[in-house]
């Protein structure tokens, strides 16, 4: 994450006062509570096997907690961030981290659906403010030209948390049960809320791209979407990442359950399997694409749109005969591509949604492009797959949600289409958010 050799003199300088130290520091922190974020999300997962027999739920159902989560985390996501962009973002992101953390450890209290319903909608209160304001700071702690080299590291969270979520959340469920389970992965976020409080600065806005921020107020909702919403490489970037996302999202919400049903694993064994790949594979995708996307867009700034194309082509017949195999083993190293592919957009496309916003627009436009990400990936996602799920039941009895899954597979070559599109006018959409 050093900055280039080229990296202009006025913006090196602007950065400077924070020191190349802090900055690491900084991400590093902020890429924790990407961690601890993505760990209570994704927490739900590995338990649901536990959650259906004791609360007596469908697979509906169980896709219903992660689709009012997707809901209130994308919805609120954008006025939490318009937030930002007016305020202290560092002090935003604290007392999001405070509240899921603390709503993920009252999930373990529940004596029924609608109050575990509740509760998850409230986990996605809290982690609706943590993501847009760190993509705020991050931009403005790195020049472009290592953006999507930070970016990228940051969101490692996504992996290293789905890695500690699965891994360390199986072994809990399988020895302490799914209601401890959630307390020993909530609390550790109040420890670290008082981390980023005392530890991390307010970095100035604008600094790394030697801009001054000015005193101009900051946009209103609606002139944010019209403009980013004219950029049509953003809205090919969004409609791709929400394609790429669902697929995701269900996978990463229903493989469990698959492997549980279809080859008879324990939860301890998913866990571990799974985290081990999703968190060096996924991570492996996530941290390549931000790194090649520097490289290779420091010569075409359009390669940080046609790698996530062709990763998504390349991974497509391997999602196929994950679904179709009858192999336990032979499922786990098939995953491994799309376990992947799939991480491989999110630096990339959060870079680039960050070059494509205005200056005063960074945050918000991260929260719009997660809002449209997460409405339809993780809101849509796996309830559609626990819907098909149940739909399938009566013809393919355990193995329903491997068709479920199956059938969802192929979207993730439409969102692969979508980063394609938006390469196209990709430089001349950077070009006019400088103006």
Known sequence: MSERADTPPGVAANIAHLG????????????????????????????????????????TQLGFLFMTFGIFYATLGIPIAMLADRTNRRNVVTAALTIFSLMTAACAFVANYIQLVILRVLVGVGEAGSSPPSHSMIADMFPPKARATALAFFSLGVNIGLLIGL???????E????????????????????????????????????????????????????????????????????????????????VPTFLARSFG?????????????????????????????????????????????????????????????????AAILLFIAPAAAGAIFTGPAIAMTQGLAKLRMRATASAILFFILN?????????????????????????????????????????????????????????????
């Open 265 to 329: 694993m324990s939860l301890g064994e998913i866990g571990m399997m799974l985290g081990l790949v999703i968190g060096f594979a996924g991570g492996a995708g996530t941290f390549g694409a931000g790194f090649f996307a520097d490289k290779l867009g420091h010569k075409d700034v359009r390669w940080n749109m046609w790698l996530v194309a062709l990763a998504g082509v390349a991974a497509f017949p391997f999602g196929v005969a994950l679904y179709l195999t009858d192999s336990k083993t």
């Open 167 to 173: 891994f360390a959340g199986g072994w809990l469920a």
């Open 20 to 59: 190349k130290g802090y900055r690491i520091y900084a991400l590093v922190i902020l890429t924790i509570v990407y961690v601890l974020n993505y760990v209570d999300r994704q927490i739900l997962a590995i338990l649901l096997p536990g959650i259906k027999a004791e609360l007596d739920l469908s697979d």
């Open 175 to 254: 020895n302490y049960g799914w209601r401890m389970t959630f307390i020993i992965v909530g609390l550790p976020g109040i420890l670290m809320a008082l981390v980023v409080l005392f530890t991390v600065k307010e970095p100035e806005r604008g600094a790394s791209d030697g801009v001054a921020p000015g005193t101009e107020e900051t946009p209103a909702i609606g002139e944010v979407v019209r403009f980013l919403w004219s950029q049509k490489a953003f809205r090919h970037i969004a409609l791709g990442s929400a394609l790429i996302a669902f697929v995701g999202y269900a996978g990463v919400a229903w």
């Open 375 to 435: 409405l339809i990936g993780l809101g849509a996602g796996p309830q559609v797959v626990g819907m098909l799920s149940d739909a399938f039941t009566a013809s393919a009895g355990e193995e329903s949600v491997r068709y479920a899954l199956l059938a969802i597979t192929p979207l993730g070559l439409w969102g692969a289409l979508h980063f394609y599109l938006a390469a196209k006018t990709l430089e001349e959409d950077l070009a006019r958010a400088k103006t």
